[in-house]
Every structure is written in structure tokens, then in C-alpha cells.
């Protein structure tokens, strides 16, 4: 099948040519970081952790998101979710690459990722991430082409695979639980340390990832003559939207817990964040912006009417993304950091070098996903003919 993907039309190469100039840039600035050390970056050594590791998080939930069509379709037999499963799976593969990449783009000194295979320790949550984020990637990858392949071959896929796809589903649980708890494991720092912080992880997910796949499935049909359905897309908006209220539900807990309570550790991060109490953090527009999606997204994705409108749906499916994008992917990282344990402010803000990798690191992972889609699309439309 791999021979589809080096046949498309002039769009499908123009976009695979951009993501190559893109990551090219990503690599040129990566090499830069590499010779020049972390020191480029707006880490520092009260703020060790930034935009690398935030996006490394929001990724690993997009991955995740992608059993809320897995879980349905082979679990229930929910058979209508048999046309874009696989878009869920490979969206998955796509995203724990760019997981990997920016855990190697945050490490500086690349031979030290070794480190973690040539010294394991059980003890580390560490090592239990890079073992689950590369097993749910394998097993997307196989479960995937195999079950690509027989749809090709108009038979059933082999009953091994199905074994694989029962494995899946609580690994996909597994791997944003295991990143939730690189932070709720640390005792040092009071915004993560929440009991709720798998949860929260998890909603957020549910919600990001089943709202990305959403936005993928109507541009897929307005490329090509394969349409994912609207069954499909109207399910998928309930699941973003159940998700969605759950996930800012769980943020509400958190702020009632600090701000009720009082706890000094948990006021302060919510302080900086919205720049509460006098604060003037560079963060604050950011973080009442992602409020701001999250009002119009829970707006759009409640109303019935709006929900089952495809349009109004995109909208506040990339209200959803946007305002789970500022929260996880950045503000969740940040603001563990900050204050930091003597109460000190110390600012944090990507410097170019940084913005210019993750392009690189982004523009590898569409680039991968593009590859793939291209591959299941002409399965799709192979067989529909």
C-alpha cells in the first residue's frame, strides 16, 4: 500500500514540499540548539521545563483521544465508526512521533536519551512513559495496516489483530496516566500536585483529540471523494462535547480547592496565571484567551442546533483545541514553575529558536499524518470504487 502515497495531486505534493521547508527550518535551529546548548532557550533553572515539554503533553493526549473511536467501533460494535478508525489510529502514530521528537529536542545533549535504556529504573515515571508512548505507538502502526490491508483485500482482518485492538484501549488510558503523574508526582510543586490530574489529563484528551479528528475528517472529505460521514462526525461532536464539560468541571474543582481552602501553593500558580493579585504575567492574555475559547466551544457544543451543524461544529471544535492548547500545552507547564518555592517570580516565554523547533517538530508530525492519510484514503476510495 505504501506505493499510493508517491501518487496524488499537485496540492498533496505542494503541502508534503511546505512541511519539508518547515521542518528544514526546525532542523537548522535544532542544530543551532545543539551547539549552542539549552542556554538559547527561555528555560532557566527555576523555569527547567517549557514549550517542548508542554507540547509533549498536549500530544500525548491528542494520541490518547484517538480510543474514543477505537473503543466504539470494536468494543460496542459500533460499526459506522469503521469508516474513520483508522484516521484516529494513525492520528495517534502521528502525534506520539512528535511526543518523541520533542522529549529529544528538550534533552540538549541528544546521546542522553539513551540513558534511559541503558540505566532503566522501574522506579521512574520516566521510564514508564517512554515505554508506554512507544508500545501505544506500535500498536497503533500494526493494528492500523493490518486492518487497512484486509479492508484492501475485501476480508476480514486475522483474529491476532483483534487481540492488539483489546490491548489498545487500556493502554490508550495508560499513557496520558503515566504523563499525568510526571507531575502529580512531585511533591514540591502545588499546582500539579492534585489528585484529579489523570482525570483532568484525561477529559482534556477525550476532548482535543476527537475534536482534532473532526477538523481532519472534513477536510478529508473536501480533498478527496472519500467522505468519514456525518453519523460519524455528529458522534464524535457529542464526545468532544461531553468531554469538553467535564474537563473545565474538574478545572472548577481545582479553583474552588485553592481559592476556598486558601492553600498559599495553589492561589499563587492561579494568581500568575491571570494575573490575579497585582500579578503582570505574560501569561495572563494567554490563559483568559484559552477561558474565552472554552466559553464559545462549551457555547457551540451544548446547543443541540450548533452541534449538529457541521460549521458551527468546526468552529467550536477548534475553540476546543485552542482553548486545551494554551491550557495544557503551556499554561499546566508554566505555571508549575511559577512562583517557585520561595514565592519568586521568575518569567518564562519561548525564544525564536524554540517556536522555530516545534514548527519543525509539528511540521514532521503533519508531514507523517499527510503520508498516511494519503495511504488510507486511496484504500478508502480504492474500495468505494
Known amino acids: 500500500m505504501l506505493e499510493t502515497a508517491l501518487k496524488g495531486r499537485q496540492g498533496y505534493w505542494g503541502l508534503l514540499i511546505f512541511l519539508l521547508a518547515l521542518m528544514g527550518v526546525g532542523f537548522v535551529s535544532y542544530l543551532y540548539q545543539f551547539?549552542?546548548?539549552?542556554?538559547?532557550?527561555?528555560?532557566?533553572?527555576?523555569?527547567?521545563?517549557?514549550?517542548?515539554?508542554?507540547?509533549?503533553?498536549?500530544?500525548?493526549?491528542?494520541?490518547?483521544?484517538?480510543?474514543?473511536?477505537?473503543?466504539?467501533?470494536?468494543?460496542?460494535?459500533?460499526?459506522?465508526f469503521g469508516r474513520i478508525t483508522i484516521l484516529g489510529e494513525f492520528l495517534a502514530v502521528a502525534?506520539?512521533?512528535?511526543?518523541?521528537?520533542?522529549?529529544?529536542?528538550?534533552?540538549?545533549?541528544?546521546?542522553?536519551?539513551?540513558?534511559?535504556?541503558?540505566?532503566?529504573?522501574?522506579?521512574?515515571?520516566?521510564?514508564?512513559?517512554?515505554?508506554?508512548?512507544?508500545?501505544?505507538?506500535?500498536?497503533?502502526?500494526?493494528?492500523?495496516?493490518?486492518?487497512?490491508?484486509?479492508?484492501?483485500?475485501?476480508?476480514?482482518?486475522?483474529?491476532?489483530?483483534?487481540?492488539?485492538?483489546?490491548?489498545?484501549?487500556?493502554?490508550?488510558?495508560?499513557?496520558?496516566?503515566?504523563?499525568?503523574?510526571?507531575?502529580?508526582?512531585?511533591?514540591?510543586?502545588?499546582?500539579?500536585?492534585?489528585?484529579?490530574?489523570?482525570?483532568?489529563?484525561?477529559?482534556?484528551?477525550?476532548?482535543?483529540?476527537?475534536?482534532?479528528?473532526?477538523?481532519?475528517?472534513?477536510?478529508?472529505?473536501?480533498?478527496?471523494?472519500?467522505?468519514?460521514?456525518?453519523?460519524?462526525?455528529?458522534?464524535?461532536?457529542?464526545?468532544?462535547?461531553?468531554?469538553f464539560i467535564l474537563n473545565m468541571f474538574f478545572l472548577l474543582l481545582e479553583l474552588f480547592t485553592a481559592f476556598y481552602s486558601q492553600i498559599p501553593g495553589h492561589m499563587h500558580s492561579f494568581d500568575y496565571l491571570f494575573g490575579l493579585e497585582g500579578h503582570g504575567s505574560v501569561l495572563a492574555p494567554w490563559m483568559w484567551a484559552s477561558i474565552g475559547f472554552a466559553v464559545v466551544a462549551l457555547v457551540l457544543l451544548i446547543v443541540p442546533a450548533t452541534r449538529r451543524r457541521e460549521d458551527t461544529l468546526a468552529v467550536g471544535c477548534a475553540a476546543v483545541i485552542a482553548s486545551t492548547w494554551i491550557d495544557k500545552g503551556f499554561g499546566l507547564v508554566i505555571g508549575g514553575f511559577i512562583p517557585n518555592p520561595f514565592g519568586r517570580v521568575f518569567e518564562y516565554w519561548p525564544t525564536t529558536p524554540e517556536v522555530l523547533i516545534s514548527v519543525g517538530v509539528w511540521a514532521t508530525g503533519f508531514f507523517i499524518l499527510t503520508v498516511l492519510y494519503k495511504i488510507v484514503i486511496s484504500v478508502k476510495e480504492e474500495v468505494g470504487a
Request: charged share 10%; glycine share 8%.
Open 35 to 80: 551547539s549552542e546548548g539549552l542556554r538559547i532557550t527561555g528555560m532557566s533553572r527555576d523555569v527547567s521545563w517549557g514549550f517542548y515539554i508542554g507540547q509533549l503533553t498536549y500530544f500525548v493526549g491528542i494520541a490518547a483521544g484517538g480510543v474514543m473511536v477505537v473503543l466504539p467501533c470494536y468494543l460496542h460494535d459500533y460499526k459506522a
Open 95 to 243: 502525534s506520539v512521533v512528535m511526543c518523541g521528537l520533542f522529549v529529544i529536542v528538550d534533552l540538549g545533549n541528544l546521546p542522553r536519551m539513551l540513558n534511559i535504556m541503558i540505566y532503566p529504573n522501574p522506579t521512574s515515571i520516566l521510564f514508564w512513559d517512554m515505554i508506554v508512548l512507544n508500545v501505544y505507538m506500535l500498536l497503533n502502526i500494526i493494528i492500523g495496516w493490518n486492518v487497512l490491508s484486509a479492508e484492501r483485500k475485501g476480508v476480514h482482518y486475522q483474529k491476532w489483530v483483534k487481540v492488539l485492538i483489546y490491548i489498545s484501549i487500556p493502554w490508550a488510558f495508560s499513557i496520558h496516566t503515566v504523563t499525568a503523574f510526571l507531575y502529580a508526582g512531585i511533591p514540591g510543586r502545588h499546582y500539579w500536585l492534585t489528585a484529579i490530574m489523570a482525570a483532568r489529563f484525561l477529559s482534556s484528551a477525550f476532548a482535543s483529540g476527537p475534536a482534532l479528528l473532526i477538523l481532519l475528517c472534513l477536510i478529508v472529505r473536501k480533498v478527496s471523494n472519500f467522505d468519514p460521514g456525518k453519523e460519524q462526525i455528529r458522534t464524535l461532536g457529542g464526545i468532544v462535547a461531553y468531554a
